[in-house]
């Protein structure tokens, strides 16, 4: 038997009858799957079970098992005590006076089983352009999701009363709607616009809003991406055939002013929900008229792989340059960082194309006191230190007016006409361990987060920090770091240290080395080039020239670049060590010696 952890709503339903509780496919699946593992394990509600069998010789569980009367016991509870179904001769039931306790866990646990499932209610709408129309459609689905919320905890309150009414002492408003809310419709396509030999995209829907009921919590099973996405230079689409399209949804995103097309299957919408908090949507009168820069298919069938491995990840290119990204269905990859460096790996893979500089870092404006402001961007591969050092600049905000994350993990560089070089960035949120935020920040924010697996190591949030409008901004750097997280400082190795050789300063940046945090499979000290495998690494020869190029301009145009040594892979430097890079970094730019 397969469990299946995520259930879609339907959003087009008001919810106002408990009927729509109890005698849901949703609500039968949860019986069934708290049977099986009754019977895997022998556990307690084992012999209340029994008390509904039915045919012992059969194995598939429903036809064993009297579901439907289980259900319509829990219906009569609804609205009856136990005590009363015992001593009534209307109802059928088993004689239950002797099993209230486990009664009562049977009832928690089914409450607590739909608890633990992915949550979404869908809802197929008609995107409108007028504003208020679509904000009126947008308050529909919320009131329909606090309904249903609602109606579950009053069905679960009255259940457990009527078992017995000692049991509900303390109500707790606990979360039992949808955790999200998509909104979909099917854009009118221009034809010249639609992906040759993408038919099956035109079959799904797409996303034109998305809802969030905080606080939102998903545990996937997977928490560590492996490997770099090969990138083939061949098509794709042709040989690809979704036939549930129902099961699929397409998510629009920008990224920067790149337009990607995710389509992700109903297994991993926790992932795709997490874009809400990422990057921004696209709207679907430019979805009508502009061709999508990128695709993105995630959950494929496994036995769609040419070689097994490539379902971790996969890029192909088609003849008319659009890429094509492919990850399997599998636990392993139930991570979002799955999704998140996917789409980013297209984005750059599209930079490269254009000769530009994709980069792997975080930007932020300081802007002092004494009115000065500067652009420092630090690159480095994932749990270098980037976000955690701007992170700690916050913390000893008192010695500077604002500290503006305009770039958290992924942007791009371009060379204007006058020799200017500019970063672009791509995502309007940061995906980022808990474990390296100031202790309690991401559970202030908590209202706006969105938390994977916050009870394991390299525990997640994704949390939302800027908006469209900044990013796509080109913003001038004055500085360029290369994250170093593995070598302590002492008199020899000081907390910044610049470079004036263009040589140099590419041999520090070409190598990406970095102590691996847990954030991957990878352990101990590394070597990621240009700490981008994400596209770089994919086209080396290329990028080389590119990096060259950009090094040279910035060096020769006044742009500080060197190393900021952040500590966070050195044991005991985790919290310190980015305090003590952004402490340093602030006192040079203030004009005090570093340290």
Known sequence: MINERTVLIPGEVSYSNISQILNSESLKKIIIELIHDAEETNNTLYPFFQLFLKN???????????????????????????????????????????????????????????????????????????????????????????????????????????ISASRVKVLRQLPSGAQAGFIVDKPQFKEDIKIKNADFLYDMSFVWSVVLEPPVIFYTQSNKRRGIFKVVDKPILDKINIDNPDDWIVFPIHVNDKLIFVVVYKEYFALATGLANLFEFANFEILEEVKPDGIYILGIDKSFFENEEDYNGIIYKENDGTYVGLVGNDP????????????????????????????????????????????????????????????????????????????????SLDILGDGTVVAY?????????????????????????????????????????????????????????????????????????FFDDVEKALDIFSKGARMAKGTTAEKGLTYSYFANPFGAIQRKEKHEKIARSFMETMINSNVKVGVLRTQLGITGYEEDGPLIAAQNLLKFLKGEKNE
């Open 56 to 162: 012992k010789q059969q194995q598939e569980i429903e036809e064993k098992y009297d579901i439907e009367q289980i259900r319509q016991l829990l219906l009569a509870l609804s609205i009856n005590t136990l005590d009363h179904l015992d001593e009534s001769s209307y109802f059928s039931f088993p004689k239950l006076g002797a099993y209230r306790e486990i009664l009562a866990l049977f009832v928690e646990d089914t409450f607590n089983l739909w608890r633990s499932k992915h949550r979404f209610m869908t809802k197929t709408d008609s995107f409108s352009h007028d504003s208020k129309k679509r904000i009126h459609k947008q308050i529909s689905l919320v009131k329909n999701n606090s309904d249903l919320k609602s109606l579950v905890l009053s069905v679960y309150r009255q259940i457990m009363v009527n």
């Open 332 to 411: 392993s990859i139930d991570y979002f960082g799955y999704m998140k460096k996917m789409i980013l790996t297209i984005h750059n893979l599209i930079v490269i194309d254009e000769d530009r500089l994709p980069i792997h870092g975080a930007l932020a404006e300081i802007k002092l006191r004494d009115g000065k402001s500067y652009n420092v961007m630090i690159i480095g591969d994932s749990g270098a230190g980037k976000s955690e050092t701007l992170d700690a600049l916050n913390r000893i905000k008192k010695q500077v007016s604002e500290v503006n994350i305009l770039i958290d993990d992924m942007g």
């Open 425 to 497: 960035g791509t995502e309007t949120g940061a995906f980022v361990r808990l474990d390296d935020l100031q202790p309690g920040y991401a559970y202030s924010a908590m209202d706006r987060s969105i938390f994977m697996n916050p009870n394991e190591i390299n525990a997640r949030v994704i949390v939302p920090y800027s908006n469209y409008e900044d990013i796509i901004k080109p913003t001038k750097i004055n500085y360029f770091f290369y994250a170093n997280n593995y070598e302590k400082i002492d008199e020899n190795k000081p907390v910044i240290e």
